[in-house]
């Protein structure tokens, strides 16, 4: 794999997040000072290889410890609607700060190790990289899941109250079309947040079968974390 600026001036070639040469100074790219968060929201849906060009480019990773937060609670909420559904669980609202430790923490922790890891297979496979663009790129893929979060909690609240999150009863028991509905826009936000991950690794590497291994990858592990680890962590936290 090979992801290079190259200097116009002595023709070095530099790591792709660099913003001059390492051999003669020049500058090599337009310089971005911060990450503009709406801009990047709409870039994502218009031209997400862009918008990952531009994380990797900002010399500031703004706005990620505020959005890793907002991941932790959505699949804090996420892992404790699986567990209540799966297991029986009848967990209330209440025992969210438990929840957020059992599925937002893990989920959080991990994107922060798989951002070393990637680092280092793309270090082996020849490309150039670091750690913050990692854990920026791998942070913001999520935003259509955070927006739908932000956008659709209200509603199913207003729809089924705490059942929503208790499943006793199952919303699907109370107002199934509606639980449909919200499910499939759910499924279908975690597929662009897949997408985007595959896009923001193919911006950095410009393999497109290693970008796909990647962004499968890493929703597998969430997937498997939010589904499996909440049970026995909410177990100990009691």
Not at 21 to 27: I, M, P, Q, R
Not at 34 to 54: V, Y
Not at 61 to 73: H, Q
Request: proline letters at 4%.
């Amino acid at each position: 794999m090979k992801n290079v600026l190259v200097c116009k001036n002595c023709g070095t070639e530099n790591p792709f997040y660099s913003m001059n040469c390492t051999k003669c100074d020049s500058y090599l790219r337009i310089r971005v000072s911060n990450i503009d968060l709406w801009q990047t929201t709409w870039q994502e849906f218009e031209s997400p290889i862009i918008a990952g060009e531009k994380i990797i480019h900002s010399d500031h990773k703004n706005f990620v410890i505020w959005l890793l937060i907002l991941i932790g609670i959505k699949y804090a909420t996420l892992s404790a609607m699986i567990h209540n559904s799966v297991y029986g669980s009848t967990e209330s609202m209440n025992a969210f700060p438990q929840a957020f430790i059992a599925g937002g923490v893990p989920v959080i922790l991990f994107l922060l190790f798989a951002s070393v890891i990637i680092k280092l297979l793309n270090n082996y496979f020849g490309i150039k990289n670091r750690v913050a663009d990692n854990v920026a790129l791998y942070t913001y893929c999520f935003i259509p899941q955070l927006l739908g979060f932000l956008i659709l909690t209200p509603i199913q609240f207003a729809l089924f109250g705490e059942y929503f999150f208790t499943f006793n009863p199952s919303p699907f028991l109370i107002k199934p079309m509606a639980a449909y509905v919200l499910l499939v826009i759910d499924v279908l936000l975690f597929l662009w947040s897949l997408v985007n991950a595959g896009s923001f690794t193919f911006a950095q590497t410009k393999n497109k079968a290693y970008s796909v291994v990647v962004a499968i990858c890493l929703s597998v592990a969430i997937l498997t974390i939010i589904y499996f680890l909440p049970g026995e962590l909410l177990i100990l936290l009691k």
